[in-house]
């Protein structure tokens, strides 16, 4: 073990050369996180250089290198997040775009969860599971249209996710990654007073529910969803348009960077 941080209640260990399997194999149901190999040659996100302008401190997550905190430290940017409004970037997640007739049909072979009734740009928190009824990730998948669903799988397992859906595709149907998109969560109490100061659409958005929307020209799809369980939204958004989306969220007052560790 070279390295350990501690965030989250857990203590997220990096790992050299091919320790990290032993480390993940050890630490199985374990309060701990095998994060990375700390020798492995990591991607970034489109956010790398404001992170970096930030003071953010940088760790190897998933396969990429990715702000655990800035200046103000782990517990301050917790508590901002509870008070205020936090933005974490989640570029490293993987977006995907399925498509096709019957895709409904497909994808509820691999999810427990009744996408029939699922309404357009409505959400539902999923587990993906494998043939035995096991689970492979958790996910969250969102109708576009009626033969077309956004799905938002984990960073460390999106290119097995993507391999295995695939596999379970018909003819006529494709799945479609969007590769080096830009992520962000603006997640806590304030976050609805920050983002509709900017798009005000969004705040008639209600939790597991979406929107394509636009902010001076960049094109984004909101969802009102996060993992933190405060108010929030996730913003998606292409490479180029993602240091500006977030600069402009980081200009109101109540908004804050955080990092993994919030």
């Given at each position: 073990?070279?390295?350990?941080?501690?965030?989250a209640g857990?203590?997220?260990?990096?790992?050299?050369?091919?320790?990290?399997?032993?480390?993940?194999?050890?630490?199985k149901?374990?309060?701990?996180?095998?994060?990375?190999?700390?020798?492995?040659?990591?991607?970034?996100?489109?956010?790398?250089?404001l992170?970096?302008?930030?003071?953010?401190?940088?760790?190897p997550?998933?396969?990429?290198?990715?702000?655990?905190?800035?200046g103000?430290?782990?517990?301050?940017?917790?508590?901002?997040?509870?008070?205020h409004?936090?933005?974490?970037?989640?570029s490293?997640?993987g977006?995907?775009?399925?498509e096709?007739p019957?895709?409904?049909?497909?994808?509820e072979?691999?999810?427990?969860?009744?996408?029939?009734?699922l309404g357009?740009?409505?959400?539902?928190y999923?587990?993906?599971?494998?043939?035995d009824?096991?689970?492979?990730?958790?996910l969250?998948i969102?109708?576009?249209?009626?033969?077309?669903?956004f799905l938002?799988v984990?960073?460390?397992c999106?290119?097995e996710?993507?391999?295995?859906?695939?596999?379970?595709?018909?003819?006529?149907?494709s799945?479609?990654?969007l590769?080096?998109?830009g992520l962000?969560?603006?997640?806590?109490?304030r976050?609805?007073?920050v983002?509709?100061?900017?798009?005000?659409?969004?705040?008639e958005?209600r939790?597991?529910?979406?929107?394509?929307?636009?902010?001076d020209?960049?094109?984004?799809?909101v969802?009102c969803?996060g993992?933190?369980?405060?108010?929030?939204?996730?913003?998606s958004?292409?490479?180029?348009?993602?240091?500006?989306l977030?600069?402009?969220?980081?200009?109101?007052?109540?908004?804050?960077?955080?990092?993994?560790?919030?």
């Open positions: 073990i070279a390295h350990d941080v501690s965030f857990r203590c997220i260990i990096l790992t050299s050369g091919k320790g990290s399997m032993a480390c993940a194999r050890m630490l149901f374990r309060p701990y996180v095998c994060i990375g190999n700390i020798g492995m040659s990591l991607k970034h996100t489109p956010l790398d250089a992170h970096r302008e930030l003071g953010a401190r940088m760790v997550f998933a396969g990429y290198d990715m702000p655990v905190q800035y103000s430290g782990i517990i301050a940017e917790h508590r901002h997040t509870r008070e409004a936090g933005l974490f970037d989640v490293h997640m977006q995907f775009i399925l096709g019957g895709i409904t049909e497909t994808l072979a691999l999810v427990p969860v009744d996408l029939q009734a357009e740009h409505r959400q539902s999923a587990l993906l599971t494998n043939d009824a096991g689970v492979r990730d958790d969250i969102t109708r576009w249209g009626a033969d077309s669903f938002v984990n960073a460390s999106k290119m996710d993507r391999a295995w859906i695939e596999s379970n595709l018909s003819a006529g149907q799945l479609r990654e590769e080096g998109q962000l969560a603006l997640q806590g109490p976050a609805r007073e983002l509709s100061s900017l798009v005000p659409e969004t705040a958005l939790f597991l529910q979406g929107a394509h929307c636009e902010l020209g960049i094109p984004m799809y969802t969803s993992y933190t369980g405060e108010d929030g939204y996730e913003l958004t292409t490479a180029e348009h993602t240091e500006a977030a600069r402009k969220l980081l200009s109101h007052e109540a908004s804050a960077p955080v990092g993994l560790g919030a």
